[in-house]
């Protein structure tokens, strides 16, 4: 139990109490419910790859390296830098975006030389390479974000590509993850 407890408390947004009631919902359930569930995690840890363009986590039948947004004609121009997948596929269903992505895979914090494992050299690559009209920063509005941002705008500048971030038509402290779609519209018709 206390194992099973320990990894619900890797997850994202899980405190120890949460991870505890997650542990004991499991032990009381039926057999089936769990060896489904264990099969369900499984199968899509082995169908989900990460995008070499966006670094995306996918659903991959076939055995192609590009997500269907980076290997899709009709989407380009600009580049989305956002922290998290969720973020994306929010925005996606928001359908008000129609260029391309890059998932950062987090922010800064704001102090010390640690940069939280988050792919900048990656990003820099991948501007330099594909040279888009435009990059446009969608880290959370939060102190994390925002100083993430201005690291990424000091990193990028020497590339002379055209930075925008998104209006803040979110509240301070607002996360893409929870944003509604006419909030996503309108920070993305609001960037500057
Ligand atoms: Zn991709």
Known sequence: MDKLIEYFLKFPGIGPRQAKRFAYFIAAQDESYVKNLAELILKVKRN???CV???RIFDAAGDG?????????SRGGSIMVVEKNVDLENIEKSG?????YFVLGGVMPLTGNNKNGIRLKELFEKIKKEKPEEIILATSATTEG??????IENIL?????????LGRGLSVGAELEYSDGRTIANALEGRH
């Open 48 to 50: 989900s790859r990460t």
């Open 53 to 55: 363009g966006c670094f």
């Open 65 to 73: 390296r590009l997500c269907d947004i980076c290997s899709s004609p």
């Open 96 to 100: 008000a975006y129609r260029g391309k």
């Open 146 to 151: 925002e100083n993430t941002n201005r690291y």
């Open 157 to 165: 500048n020497p590339l002379g590509v055209k930075i925008t971030k």
